[in-house]
């Protein structure tokens, strides 16, 4: 509450920093112990003399505590202070020592304010009472802060006194005062006393503060006092005021409040409304419990509202007036229930007409607060109800009733402009109350469809989401009851008026009945099915292909009926066999019933009962299965379903028991050790094994294991890599048996993988290392040496074509760090024994040299906390050294390795390390230089933006500088283009806040807030913009009637929005220059750019470390089921730079004509005659171009004529 009250005094005194430090004048001040004023401290350079008189003053009270021997503690300050206070005189001086007080006082313990609030208050208000008609406010502000803290800081009992609500009472005086800083000064003190008062928060709080009786009295007593006299600021002040303590006030209080509130509504002066309408929302929005707002008062409220309802072409009030209401409702549904619903009636049809006014945020606000309420106040109770007619008339279902016909009332046409609401509406009254209230709404349901089918209806997008969520709260059965589908299969004609139903069935059905889809759309589906081979039989295979699709789309509903059903145990075995069937003999279906089964075990199996019916299956669904995937298409055909077919398998294994699943996996054991397999057929069965593996028993597992292991030598790479994929599955698997398999087989298995290295191919290498990951997982400290010799397979994978096995091999590599640490209490004995091993790569080969280096790059990135200083410095030693190196493949590492350092390490060391980096990096010869300029660039820029630009300058040689430049330029360009687009943002953001000022209630009150901060400079100009604010204008009778006053809805035709002619200017949502051109920006590409710009460095750095792949974008295949070397399309693209390089060069102008043998030109048959375009550029008439021009034109001409001089030549010869 009191930080506003802080900072306005930096408003007021309009500061000056300089970076000239000042502060060494004021030795109280720079070591002062007490850490109250460190926010004094930053003052020392300030050229303020309010902020000098400040430092002088804590430097003074400083000197004197340290002088009688104090410890400096808040107390100790508190009561120099307040001795200070007492002694000076000019209005500096008691501005800086109250502003000191306002630090010092809430650290001060609550018994001292206690003891001394008889003093200090009085203190208080003497100050106050002599400062409040100065012309400077800045004490008398601080001091008002200091007393709310004081009262504050009482306890219960000293509440009870008289002196006490006297002292309070002086500051209330103040909510009024004729300076704005002063009376917010006030305000904030008022509203932090009755809510942060500390015995508030105590166990034996009392529910309401003692003085909100008399804070409420108060201002009903100003507001009565003011009443609705022509400027009522005091009334605004109390008003707002009020916002804020209504919550607080008891019962009694707020019921009067209210009352007064109401009364000065009715003075049609619209500033004091706003203010009024939001006080209201400020009590609901608060919802505070029955001791200060029972329902019975609530309601009273709401139905009083009515009376004030503004017209709705009245934008500003009618937006606040439903707003308050939306709250009022919301509030009361939660105090109670049924008398809520009770008023929702009302609220509806007022919210409803709202629908026809011609303000499209009026439109979009009541649409809005009619969803509000359904989503907080109908939802919660419709579970309550019980069995519903078609037309109820009482009780919780009546209202509901009254409710959607009120809404209903909407799809008329009258209210043709806003039906895109009124559909959103039902769409949310749909999905709140369907399900129970269905029998009342199936004629909306058929109202809706002949909508639909109407000409011209424009808003089918709209319609259809509204039946779709019919459709998931009250199930397809009841919608079709309503809306019958009139499809038969039996049509003359393919005409199907009602088949848009079918897309909007299948994208939004779930948590229905499984029974429906099998007793009404599979049999339709067979009709249509039967329908279509007829008319093929008849030769009319346009009408077949018809009926082919739409049977095609009716079992596309499948898989929405498969989300949570309901009656999972007793229908799937009625469908069971017929998707048997549709999977194996019906390739058109194959995808669709595929992901049914899919959708049915995840989505739908959440009880125990219905894995069990579905698990009860797959001695029959898996066998089909298996036998679909592991049929060879004809011809390439088929190819596609091969993926979905093994997910449904992976699917339905993790409900199959054990005992099925190893089965069948020694059967495809069996069949893979069959000689006559092809290799499609033996891939098959390893992906079948690698999807059954993780599920099956243990002495499974040990056969399947035996019988791969040929295969990981194998030198046809596929089978390899399957194999591999089967060990990684075995060894990543969460089931009991697979850890028991690798604890048994721990030692074969690292042989196996050891003894295999050799063999591994490239493709196995992703898999194989995979298996690696999950085997360290599982290794104690026994197994290092094991660890040892798999590091440097694990560094030269690094190395890799293929960025998965990249990938995981970076992974290993901070797997086997962990391990290291895991095995050793000493961390950075365990890292420099990892690291040991690791340097031995560097003197290999030259590739070897690269690949440690990028190892080095992961570790320091992952492990840098567990390392000492000494060995980052010796690798950053090390791979400046290699910096020198003439082999591009070990600079590149180098200089990645460079570019984590500099992102990650502390400045310090890079700061201790600078020279020696940027020497090395300087001196890469010209060659290299050339070749890595992009990346140099990039570590330059990292290096100015944290060393700055004159340092990296002298640390580099002269022929850096140049680059050094463009990157200085570069840099103040993008700053300068960020700086500038982010002004234009803010520009953009702030005129559509002022365009849609009044969406919110805290708008409404912008006009009285301009108001009130208006100080007494304003011109007149501002004068006179301030009363326009304030007009109203008087709606005149319709037609030629006369305004009738004593109409209780008089007050409607008194509007704050100046009614305007009708405007036939039609709007776009498109901005224009100055000349009223239209500016039409590409969303995507707009969105594509700033995507591309964020976390740019950051991304840069995942790459370096492998993290992030280099070619991120690239399509990702899936892990499991690529075949490396079956059914793989070329894709390469003829480049380089040899005969195939493109050609992008443009043909010359002319070459169409030329002939192949001779020269000159020839005439082409079926075009004209020769001739060459030259196009008329603007730019040509340039005078300093001119003699370029000539020269061109020049050439021309003596082509030209040396070509009429040849021909001519050869045309003599002919004749002789």
């Known amino acids: 509450m009191q930080k506003k009250s802080e900072d306005a005094m930096e408003d007021e005194e309009e500061m000056a920093i300089t970076e000239k430090s000042g502060g060494s004048f004021l030795s109280g001040v720079s070591d002062c112990t007490n850490v109250t004023f460190g926010k004094v401290q930053r003052y020392w350079a300030s050229n303020s003399a309010a902020h ?36 000076v005189e000019s ?34 208000m003497d100050i106050m009472a002599s400062q409040a008609t100065c012309g400077s406010t800045c004490a008398v502000r601080w001091i008002i802060s200091c007393l709310a803290v004081l009262l504050r800081k009482q306890d219960l009992t000293t509440w009870s006194y008289p002196s006490t609500m006297q002292v309070y009472h002086g500051l209330l005086s103040f909510t009024v005062h004729v300076k704005p800083k002063v009376r917010k000064a006030a305000q904030l003190g008022i509203c932090s006393v009755l809510k942060g008062s500390e015995f508030m928060f105590g166990e034996s709080a009392p529910k309401h503060h003692p003085a909100t009786m008399t804070t409420a009295k108060f201002c009903i007593q100003e507001i009565e006092k003011s009443g609705g006299n ?100 919301i509030n009361l549904v939660k105090l109670q ?17 709202c629908l026809l006014s011609p303000h499209q945020q009026v ?20 579970v309550d109800i019980g069995t519903i007619s078609s037309s109820p008339s009482s009780g919780t279902a009546g209202h509901i009733c009254k409710m959607f016909r009120l809404v209903e009332e909407g799809l008329t046409y009258k209210f043709h402009s806003s039906w895109a609401y009124v559909l959103q509406v039902l769409q949310s009254f749909f999905e709140v109350a369907g399900k129970k209230c269905h029998p009342f709404m199936r004629q909306c349901l058929q109202t809706l469809a002949d909508l639909r089918s109407s000409a011209h209806f424009s808003y089918t997008a709209e319609l259809d989401r509204a039946i779709g969520a019919a459709v998931e709260s009250m199930g397809p059965e009841v919608v079709l009851k309503a809306i019958p589908l009139q499809i038969d299969g039996t049509e003359d004609t393919c005409d199907f008026p009602r088949s848009w139903l079918v897309p909007v069935i299948r994208d939004n059905v779930k948590n229905t009945e499984l029974t429906f889809f099998i007793k009404y759309f599979l049999p339709l589906a067979a009709k249509l099915k039967n329908r279509a081979g007829e008319l093929t039989q008849d030769g009319r295979n346009l009408e077949a292909k018809i009926y082919e699709t739409l049977q095609w789309q009716i079992w596309t ?26 999977i194996n003999d019906r390739p058109d279906l194959r995808l669709t019933v595929c992901q049914a089964l899919r959708t049915l075990i995840y989505k739908g199996c959440e009880a125990d009962a219905d894995k069990a019916e579905i698990g009860r299956f797959a001695k029959n669904f898996l066998p089909i299965l298996f036998n679909v995937y592991s049929q060879e298409p004809e011809g390439g055909k088929g190819a596609s379903y091969k993926l979905s077919v093994l997910d449904t398998i992976k699917a339905y294994l993790t409900i199959t028991d054990q005992q099925m699943v190893s089965g069948f996996m020694d059967k495809a054991s069996v069949k893979l050790k069959e000689t006559e397999n092809t290799e499609f057929m ?3 069965m390893l992906d079948l094994i690698v999807a059954m593996a993780p599920y099956a028993d243990e002495p499974s597992m040990t056969t399947i294991y035996n019988t791969i292991l040929p295969y990981l030598e194998d030198k046809n790479h596929s089978l390899q890599k399957k194999a591999y994929r089967v060990l990684e599955e075995i060894c990543a698997g969460e089931q009991p048996s697979c850890k028991e398999f690798v604890n048994k087989n721990l030692e074969n298995l690292k042989i196996t993988l050891l003894t ?15 298996c690696l990951i999950h085997i360290i997982k599982q290794l104690t400290e026994d197994h290092e040496e094991f660890i040892n010799s798999v590091i440097p397979e694990v560094m030269i994978c690094t190395k890799e074509v293929s960025a998965g096995a990249r990938k995981n091999a970076y992974t290993l590599i901070a797997e086997i760090g962990h391990a290291f640490l895991r095995f050793s209490q000493d961390q950075k004995e365990a890292m420099e024994r990892y690291l040991a091993v690791v340097y031995t790569g560097l003197i290999g080969s030259v590739t070897m040299i690269s690949c440690t280096v990028l190892t080095l790059t992961r570790l320091l990135f992952e492990f840098k906390d567990h390392m000492s200083v000494e060995v980052i410095e010796h690798l950053l030693e090390n791979v400046c050294l290699l910096l020198s190196s003439r082999t591009r493949e070990v600079v590149k590492a180098a200089l990645g390795f460079i570019k984590v350092v500099i992102f990650i390490m502390d400045l310090k060391i890079l700061s201790k390390h600078l020279q020696m980096m940027i020497e090395a990096i300087g001196n890469i010869n010209s060659d290299m230089r050339r070749h890595f300029r992009t990346k140099l660039k990039n570590i330059f820029t990292k290096f100015i933006r944290k060393f700055g630009f004159e340092m990296v300058k002298s640390m580099l040689p002269e022929e850096y500088h140049k680059v050094l430049l463009n990157i200085r330029k570069a840099e103040a360009r993008n700053k300068k283009q960020k700086a500038l687009k982010q002004a234009a943002t803010e520009g953009e953001e702030d005129l559509e806040t002022r365009k849609l000022k009044g969406d919110s209630i805290e708008d409404i009150l912008a006009d009285t807030d301009e108001e009130d901060e208006v100080e007494e400079k304003r011109t007149k100009q501002q004068r006179k913009q301030t009363r326009q604010k304030a007009q109203a204008w008087l709606k005149e009778g319709e037609e030629d009637e006369p305004l009738n006053f004593l109409d209780p809805k008089a007050s409607q035709r008194v509007l704050a929005t100046r009614p305007e002619g009708k405007n036939t200017k039609v709007k776009h949502d498109f901005k224009t220059t100055s000349d009223g051109r239209l500016i039409i920006q590409d969303d995507e590409v707009e969105e594509k750019k700033s995507k591309a710009a964020v976390d740019e460095e950051m991304a840069d750095l995942m790459q370096e470390v492998g993290l992030k792949s280099k070619k991120a974008q690239k399509k990702r295949f899936r892990d499991d089921n690529d075949d490396d070397d079956t059914d793989r399309k070329l894709q390469y693209k003829a480049g380089g730079s040899g005969i195939h390089r493109p050609i992008s060069k443009k043909p010359e102008i002319g070459t169409d004509y030329k002939s192949k043998k001779g020269k000159g030109d020839v005439k082409q048959k079926g075009k004209h005659d020769p001739y060459a375009y030259f196009p008329l550029n603007k730019a040509k008439l340039n005078r300093r171009k001119k003699a370029k021009m000539q020269g061109t034109f020049k050439g021309l001409v003596k082509a030209a004529q040396r070509g009429a001089q040849s021909g001519l030549k050869k045309k003599k010869e002919r004749r002789f």
């Not at 800086?96 to 001292?112: C, D, F, I, S, T």
């Not at 009619?370 to 919660?380: G, N, R, Y």
């Not at 295999?756 to 995979?770: G, I, T």
């Open 91 to 124: 209005p500096e001086s008691l501005a800086a020592v109250a502003y000191l007080l306002n630090l010092v006082l809430k650290r001060v313990p609550g018994p001292v304010l206690i003891k001394k609030f008889s003093d200090t208050s009085k203190a208080f």
């Open 557 to 582: 509903m499948l898989p929405g009926f498969c989300i949570k059903p309901t009656d999972v145990v007793d229908s799937f075995k009625g469908i069971a066999r017929t998707l048997g069937m549709a």
């Open 756 to 770: 295999s290295l050799k063999s591994a191919s490239s493709p196995a290498k992703r898999p194989r290392l995979k």
């Open 52 to 87: 000098k008189e400040i430092c002088a003053v804590l430097a003074a009270v400083t000197e004197v505590i340290r002088s009688q021997g104090g410890k400096e503690t808040e107390t100790e300050y508190f009561a120099a202070l307040m001795t200070t206070l007492e002694a």
């Open 337 to 353: 229930n049924e008398l809520c619903l009770g008023h929702l009636p009302r609220m509806f049809l007022t919210s409803v007409n």
């Open 682 to 684: 033996r891939l098959s």
């Open 363 to 382: 439109v979009s606000a009541a649409s809005q607060t009619l969803k509000s309420l359904l989503t907080e106040c109908v939802a919660p109770h419709v």
């Open 230 to 329: 022509k400027e009522a600021t005091t009334t605004l002040h109390m008003l707002t005021l009020l916002k804020e303590l209504l919550p607080c006030f008891p019962l009694s209080m707020v019921k009067s409040c209210c009352e007064t509130l109401l009364k000065v509504m009715t003075l049609s002066n619209l500033l004091i409304t706003a203010c009024a309408m939001q006080a209201f929302h400020g009590l609901f929005q608060a919802c505070p419990n029955t001791s200060t707002l029972t329902g019975e008062l609530n309601a009273q409220i709401i139905t009083a509202l009515y009376d004030y309802l503004p017209s709705e072409n009245d934008l500003q009030p009618m937006l606040a007036w439903l707003a308050v209401m939306e709250k009022a409702h």
